[in-house]
């Protein structure tokens, strides 16, 4: 009887002990893959850099090309402060997962240069991004470079998800997307 109560005990022991390694290997893991990520993407749009920068600092102007494809009816959202101004506070509520609800506030305007934009989101997880945009005026000035980016932090131990996860191919395609219909509603201003 000793010896057939043993053997579950020694199987469970087993068991146990190879998930105290597979979770130290984890952990381990986790501390030599990055932290910090960010992507971007650009694209040039035959406006000046002058019309480009007043179109890309108003919030309100971002339900045109961020996430278009998704929101449709089902994102409500509204304007806090003055728009355009660092400050200026756009909060969302959206029945989307992959939208969730948050908030974006303008953290920084240099006229003409760059944008940038805290993201809080609250659901369906919390989280915080940097979003930004730099533009550049080409040689001709009738026409300016626009990079979209979003970067942010994975805490630890979560960042070893990134072994697995292509951030790239996760945001990418929505900044070209975006960027694309940024190029299309410029153009439609002219």
């Not at 369906?124 to 026409?143: C, D, G, H, I, K």
């Not at 980016?149 to 996860?165: A, D, Q, R, T, V």
Request: glycine share 6%; net charge negative; no cysteine.
């Amino acid at each position: 009887m000793n010896t057939n109560s043993a053997t579950p005990m020694k199987f469970l022991k087993k068991v146990a002990i190879l998930l105290i390694m597979a979770t130290a290997l984890f952990l381990i893991l986790a501390l030599f893959v990055k932290k910090e990520f960010e992507v971007s993407r650009s694209i040039t749009v035959e406006v000046p850099v002058d019309q480009a920068y007043d179109y890309l600092r108003l919030l309100q102007n971002q339900e045109y090309y961020f996430h278009p494809e998704q929101a449709g009816n089902r994102i409500k959202g509204s304007v806090s402060n003055t728009d355009g101004t660092v400050g200026a506070t756009y909060g969302w509520d959206s029945t989307s997962d992959l939208i969730g609800n948050g908030t974006e506030t303008i953290t920084l305007l240099e006229e003409n240069k760059r944008i940038e934009f805290n993201l809080e989101y609250t659901e369906p997880r919390e989280m915080t991004r940097v979003m930004f945009f730099s533009l550049q005026p080409n040689e001709n000035s009738a026409t300016t470079s626009i990079t979209w980016g979003i970067k942010g932090e994975i805490s630890y131990p979560w960042n070893f998800l990134y072994i697995f996860k292509d951030v790239d191919a996760e945001h990418g395609p929505m900044l070209e997307t975006g960027l694309e219909q940024i190029q299309l509603n410029l153009n439609e201003e002219e």
